[in-house]
């Protein structure tokens, strides 16, 4: 039986319950309020929380239709509820207000299918939508909604936009504030519906955090009590105590910018979130971000973290595998404990260490699953570890986006680095305000006094003669360009009887990775031979000491990030401990390496010392001025356009632009241990989601060309484990032979044959 309002019209839902009694369906204006309410709160950090509550008020406008109404109460009709909330609020604004609006609706017209594009070929855009929309709401919602559509863009945030010099800073300004308030809307949608089906079951869904100003007191006390415990009479000790005391000391200053210059061995990671703790409790931010580019050591830092801070709150985020399935689910789509198993990721811990590849391609994501995080951003400390990774070829997009989250977003964003880029103004085109922002002191010095090994090169090295080189060398790192020519290399040291011999590269899982470190590092203490051969993923942060490096070929900033790995400890003297930078004859380096070797052997004419801050400096600046459009060589400033006070942002295609890791792998879940092998299983269970068994299986994934994933597949030797309830999400090694314990995934024997089937 229909339920009627007070104006003798029928009742309009926004979601249906358990049967077909309506007493317990949720009312549409119920859901509007409730969603409008949340997503201004999450708006009130960065000021736009009137334009956050019209988007939540306006984006289920078109569920006020008798044609969704029947679709809720069970019939098969396809609705377009999306779309008449922004035709709606477009019609009913002007001015400024206007102009906002057009902002909002692209919130709107993306709160289920993702952030769409203001015009493309495809005809899905934002321009068409709007133009062919005919199915006009029920008058009824101007009777249960009362929308204040004036002064939508507060003061403050207009003033910001308006002190921009650049058009194009702000235009892309305004693309970003299309962003939070996406992310705001679709986050309140989410968490709104989620409450309501987790009320009907009687559930609570435990989704909250405590504050992180309210735990700075003993995050502070307990980070003391860990310095303390590290104290050193030592000379490096003494330096680093100096080097933490400057950079604590630096918290006091006004948020925005930092640079933290501080070579390998002074302590930079402690350093940095010292100086976290203390500048949050001082300006007040809401939330501490710690981003590394590779996920080969953000164990190793989260770990740091959780021992400093504990357990309890800490958010360690990166997956291999996206949790697809979910991220294509609509919440209007789903019931009952369906809703309970959405797994997005939302940041809303004190504390969260993930990867570039997830902080940068979640702020420029299109998709609801990886926007939703975004509002939590906001009034955030973000500690960029090894800025200098930042893909070269998404740089100027990169900097754009720092630039808006500090300058509109109160974010305090440092640039934690031994290699410090130039990013700075005065150095680079549309740079950052990086003068007079160092947080370290005196760079030069601690470089001088910080030296821990020298460079050397030596000419073109073929794998003969690196095994004839680590014959006289039993504990030795050599470090190449390629998968393919560490493993060819690692199978001619074993084929000469050399001890010791390791091989690590992303053949490997990352699971079985730590356990090789671990090992190695057993093996360096206890004066083991072991002779490492390794890709360039171990040498960002890996916390590991050799007396010898080799390292092949490529731009500076990897050669001394290489030197990083060499007498780390100090235990010997820098003139002895020597990295030799070969050429390799038979291995060409990989284009994006190819164009650096020629800047790096520039530096090497111009400077003494190349592991100098100078040296660095200048390479920086010759490696981007090469560069120059290369920068953004994408596109992607272009796409995000204001012309006539009419916006022309492309969030989607913007989104399939925007690829930090450009190898174009496709994953392969390795059951390594009984951990794995468990979690595999659980993909059989369809009450557990896809998105828990994912974060589980992150650290068993290895990355494989597509050509040789298809091959394992088309033989037996990989398959989609239970593909009816998990789709093509997991891909997993059934033909285990083929993961070799000490080499890891091998996918290039004939017709990916394992190793024992090779044998007649």
Not at 272 to 283: E, I, K, Q, V
Not at 583 to 603: F, K, N, Q
Not at 688 to 704: D, H
Request: charged share 25%; glycine share 6%.
């Amino acid at each position: 039986m229909k339920r009627t309002c007070r104006w003798g019209r029928m009742d309009y839902f926004a979601h249906s319950g358990r049967s077909d009694d309506r007493g317990h369906w949720q009312l549409l204006r119920d859901h509007l309020y409730e969603t409008a309410e949340l997503a201004a709160s999450f708006a009130v950090r960065f000021g736009l929380e009137k334009a956050a509550f019209t988007a939540g008020l306006f984006h289920d406008l078109g569920k006020y239709t008798d044609a969704f109404q029947k679709r809720l109460a069970g019939a098969e009709i396809r609705i377009d509820h999306s779309t008449a909330g922004a035709v709606v609020l477009c019609d009913r604004t002007s001015g400024m207000d206007a102009d906002v609006a057009q902002l909002i609706a692209y919130a709107i017209l993306g709160h289920h299918a993702g952030l769409p594009d203001k015009q493309n070929e495809f005809g899905h855009c934002v321009e068409r939508r709007l133009k062919e929309f005919q199915g006009r709401p029920d008058p009824a919602w101007e009777n249960e909604i009362q929308a204040e559509l004036t002064s939508l863009m507060p003061p403050e945030l207009l003033r910001k936009l308006s002190a921009r010099t650049s058009r194009e800073h702000a235009s892309f300004d305004l693309s970003v504030v299309t962003r939070f308030l996406f992310s705001c809307l679709v986050d309140a949608d989410f968490r709104n519906t989620e409450a309501y089906y987790a009320k009907l079951d009687g559930l609570q869904p435990d989704r909250e955090w405590p504050l992180l100003q309210d735990l700075l007191p003993n995050f502070t006390e307990q980070f003391d009590a860990h310095m303390a415990r590290l104290a050193s009479d030592s000379d490096v000790g003494r330096l680093r105590n100096e080097i933490l005391a400057h950079v604590r000391s630096g918290a006091t200053r006004t948020p925005g910018f930092f640079t933290l210059n501080v070579p390998t061995g002074g302590g930079k990671t402690l350093a940095s979130l010292g100086f976290a703790l203390d500048h949050a409790r001082l300006h007040g931010h809401s939330r501490i971000i710690y981003a590394i580019p590779f996920t080969s050591v953000i164990d190793q830092t989260a770990a740091i973290f959780r021992e400093v801070l504990g357990e309890d709150h800490v958010l360690e985020h990166h997956s291999a595998i996206e949790d697809d399935a979910a991220a294509r689910r609509d919440p209007d789509a789903l019931t009952g404990r369906a809703k309970l198993r959405l797994a997005m990721e939302d940041w809303a811990a004190p504390v969260v260490v993930t990867t570039n590849v997830q902080l940068f391609e979640s702020l420029f994501a299109a998709r609801n699953s990886r926007a939703r995080k975004l509002h939590n951003i906001a009034g955030s400390i973000i500690i960029l570890d090894e800025a200098q990774t930042i893909p070269r070829h998404l740089l100027r997009p990169c900097v754009r986006m720092l630039d808006s989250l500090a300058h509109l977003f109160g974010c305090t964003i440092v640039l934690c680095t031994a290699t410090q880029p130039a990013l700075d103004e005065s150095k680079f085109k549309g740079g950052l305000p990086l003068e007079g922002r160092e947080l370290a002191p005196d760079p030069v010095r601690l470089a001088a006094q910080l030296k821990r090994a020298r460079i050397e090169r030596v000419g073109p090295m073929d794998n003969a003669a690196l095994v004839e080189a680590l014959g006289g060398a039993p504990q030795a790192l050599v470090i190449v360009n390629s998968r393919k020519h560490a493993l060819e290399l690692y199978r001619e040291f074993e084929a000469a009887g050399l001890d010791g011999v390791v091989h690590l590269t992303t053949r490997q899982c990352a699971t079985h990775r730590r356990e090789i470190l671990e090992d190695v590092r057993s093996r360096l203490k206890s004066g083991q031979a072991c002779r490492v051969v390794a890709t360039s993923l171990i040498e960002a942060g890996v916390d590991i000491d050799f007396p010898a490096v080799w390292r092949a070929e490529a731009g500076l900033d990897s050669i001394v990030q290489a030197a990083g790995r060499c007498n780390r400890e100090g235990r010997r003297s820098w003139q002895e401990s020597v990295v030799r930078v070969f050429s390799t004859p038979d291995y060409r380096p990989p284009p994006e390496i190819a164009g650096l070797v020629g800047a790096m052997g520039r530096m090497q004419g111009k400077h003494e010392d190349l592991l100098s801050p100078q040296a660095v400096e200048d390479y920086f600046g010759e490696v981007y001025w090469q560069a120059d459009e290369g920068l953004d060589r994408e596109k992607i400033l272009a796409d995000l356009k204001i012309n006539q006070r009419e916006t022309h942002f492309s969030f989607r295609t913007v989104a399939e632009k925007f690829r930090m890791i450009e190898s174009g792998m496709e994953p392969v879940i390795i059951p390594f241990d009984d951990m794995a092998r468990k979690s595999v299983d659980q993909l059989g269970i369809k009450e557990i989601s896809s998105g828990r068994i994912a974060r589980k299986l992150q650290a068993y994934v290895v990355q494989v060309p597509p050509k040789a994933r298809a091959k394992l597949i088309q033989n037996g030797h990989v398959a989609f484990e239970h593909a009816s309830l998990r789709g093509d999400q997991f891909a997993v090694l059934k033909k285990e032979s083929l993961y070799d314990g000490g080499i890891g995934l091998l996918w290039e024997a004939p017709d990916n044959l394992a190793l024992e089937d090779t044998f007649i």
